[in-house]
């Protein structure tokens, strides 16, 4: 059986309407065996059986075409009816009676909506029925555009499922490629880093300290592009931001160490860090550490270079806020709706840096903890990013 009958047979196995059709056909006509078939040039094959007269012809059974009438329906594209077939005035000596036994017998061609020849849905039993100029012809014939129908539905579902597992199944490995390569960045990143810091301990000059420095910023740079892919890699691969959640003391110590360093590597811009009650907060306190990160490097990024950063955690009413706002060009509607998608760039007409995945992970880390990231931006009061994550209960 070829792979395109096996297709024809598995397509029409999926239409639910197939089986009531041939039990209204039985039940309709009195015939005890209905089938729809598959015809080709060669072979006639049982896509669909209701046999209740033990013919003992099952789903995938085939006959040579040249033993059935099919054959000529294919070939003038009529509709077969015989009352009873050794009386008929056209069958009465034909073979396929004789072969396979029947009186009764009716058959009716079906097409695909493009007008190619699909097969037939037919019936026959050994005893004689009142088929001719009865409704048994038109309605088979309905049921024939109907199955048509239902046929090319299947078959664009099919290759709709196809191309989509396909595309399912490339983004998967092309993310998995993403997170190995991300791992094995690491070890030659660490070995650079590591072997700088050496030299710098012992260099003799200002001139090799500065190269020194200048490659561990650019190694640390390098690894932190590396996390960003990774986590970007878990994300898109369905299984998240990994999180290590745990009740803190206190999260004054993080958010503090956060707003330090980074005034460190921007001590021209002013960051004002103001911190209520951050204790007893499940979370995992290094993932809300980067987060805080990412939003604050994006506010000394796109602010005012002569405005604050002004940085503020508490607990108000059951729910740990975390906020960065800053001054500046607002951000548009248009924008904002894209902000917390990954590779996500706002248009600043400057060089940009990184791979605009920061706010995207500051996001996924947010609904990874059971909290959402929120964004209000306008001319007049500037850009607030605002994490909020609900307090759970105590155990």
């Known amino acids: 059986m070829g792979t395109t009958i096996a297709t024809d047979i598995a397509t029409i196995g999926r239409i639910n309407a197939v089986p009531a059709i041939l039990q209204v056909i039985c039940e309709t006509t009195g015939m005890r065996f209905a089938a729809v078939a598959r015809v080709t040039d ?28 099919c054959d000529e329906i294919r070939g003038n ?14 069958y009465h000596d034909h073979h396929t009676p004789r072969i396979y036994q029947f009186e009764s017998y009716i058959s009716v061609p079906v097409f ?22 009865s409704p048994i012809q038109p309605m088979m014939e309905s049921f024939a555009r109907v199955l048509a129908i239902q046929i090319e539905a299947e078959e664009n579902h099919q290759r709709t499922e196809a191309a989509l597992s396909q595309e399912r199944a490339i983004a998967e490995l092309r ?56 986590d970007f890699a878990r994300g898109r691969l369905g299984g ?11 999260l004054t110590a993080s958010l503090t160490h956060v707003v330090s360093e ?25 993932r809300i550490a980067q987060l805080l990160s990412n939003l604050v490097a994006n506010a000394i990024h796109h602010g005012a270079d002569d405005g604050p950063v002004e ?50 992970i500051a996001n996924q880390i947010a609904v990874a903890h059971g909290g959402r990231m929120e964004v209000l931006s306008s001319h007049e009061a500037g850009t607030l990013f605002t994490f909020r994550l609900p307090l759970q209960p105590a155990a």
């Open 262 to 286: 980074i005034h460190g590597a921007h001590p021209s811009r002013q960051i004002q860090l103001r911190i209520g009650n951050v204790q007893g907060i499940h979370c995992d306190p290094d």
């Open 42 to 69: 060669t072979t006639w094959t049982a896509c669909a059986v209701l046999d209740n007269l033990g013919f003992g012809l099952g789903v995938g059974g085939e006959l040579d075409l040249s033993t059935t009438l």
């Open 112 to 133: 695909r909506t493009d007008g190619s020849f699909f097969g037939t849905i037919c019936a026959l039993d050994p005893i004689p029925a009142r088929l001719k100029q």
């Open 175 to 230: 993310e998995q490629f993403i997170a190995v390569l991300g791992h094995d960045l690491r070890n030659p990143l660490f070995a650079m880093s590591a072997g700088a810091e050496l030299l710098l301990r012992k260099a003799a000059d200002d001139k090799s300290r500065g190269i020194l420095q200048h490659i561990l910023t650019a190694g640390r740079r390098a690894a932190q592009l590396v996390d960003d892919v990774l």
């Open 77 to 90: 594209h009529h509709t077969i009816v015989i009352d009873k077939a050794s009386e008929d005035e056209l």
């Open 240 to 250: 998240g931001i990994l999180l290590n959640v745990q009740p803190v003391a206190d």
């Open 311 to 360: 940085v503020r955690a508490d607990t108000l009413e059951g729910v740990f806020v975390l906020g960065v706002h800053n001054l500046g060009k607002p951000i548009e509607a248009a924008v904002q709706a894209q902000l917390f998608q990954p590779f996500s760039r706002r248009g600043t007409g400057s060089p940009q840096n990184g791979l605009g995945l920061g706010l995207y």
